[in-house]
């Protein structure tokens, strides 16, 4: 779902949206887990809605030249993502073998459910390098090394404060490398979704 809302939608944009599963997570948390949401939960939801919406329109408010559907997508994958995490929550696996039998899990389902797809077709030569890369570093290596540096990490809290360093690092690679221009409106927009993401962890980690 994010990579099609890639497709749709200029990546600043798709980036930044998939960033908020955090306060997704937050808000699921309440009929999966049971857990209440605090007032301040709900103002840090609030907060970074604003910033979305003012990442998806530019900061004009209006939906004008927008992908509806890029959106529905991009908001969908935190869903999904939110979910995944909330309904492991309880898991007393090892992570890494967790996330082996997750994705063995979804190989497996995605070959049965090919034949209602037109069934299996390999990518042309051209994909490849990028399947591989995603393969490596957006879904597999990169889960390892976090997982690995949260065990070994005495202050787990502040080493999860660096993965927000990420979305902003994106940026800078989307302008130097893919040559997308970045809005202005994004950065602040950005910058409001991860300080509402803060916040609500500062409350929770403290309380």
């Known amino acids: 779902m994010l990579f099609a809302a890639y497709a749709r939608l200029p990546g600043q944009i798709a ?15 309440v009929p999966i887990l049971r857990q209440p949401l ?24 209006s939906l004008d030249g927008i992908d509806p559907w ?4 991009a908001l969908g994958s935190t869903l999904i993502w939110a979910s995944f995490w909330l309904l492991n929550a309880r898991a007393q696996a090892d992570p890494v073998i967790a ?15 090919s034949p ?7 990518p042309p030569a051209a994909a490849w390098p990028a399947l591989i890369y995603v393969g490596l570093f957006e879904m597999g290596l990169t889960f390892v090394l976090w997982l690995t ?9 502040r080493l999860a404060q660096l993965i927000y360093l990420a979305p902003f690092l994106s940026l800078v690679f989307l302008h130097l490398i893919i040559g997308e ?6 950065p602040f ?13 500062e409350r929770t980690t403290s309380g």
């Open 15 to 29: 980036m930044a949206l998939n960033y908020a599963w955090p306060l997704v997570l937050a808000l699921l948390a």
């Open 38 to 61: 605090s007032r301040r939960q709900g103002l840090a939801i609030g907060i970074s809605f604003i910033g979305a919406l003012i990442i998806v329109t530019g900061g004009s408010l």
């Open 70 to 73: 890029g959106v529905a997508l």
């Open 99 to 113: 996330l082996f039998l997750g994705f063995g899990v979804g190989l497996l389902l995605a070959l049965l459910a």
């Open 116 to 122: 209602l797809f037109g069934g299996i077709a390999l």
């Open 149 to 157: 540096a949260l065990q070994w990490s005495h202050r787990a809290a």
């Open 181 to 186: 221009p970045i809005a202005a409106s994004t």
């Open 189 to 201: 927009g950005l910058a409001l979704i991860i300080a509402a993401i803060l916040w609500q962890r």
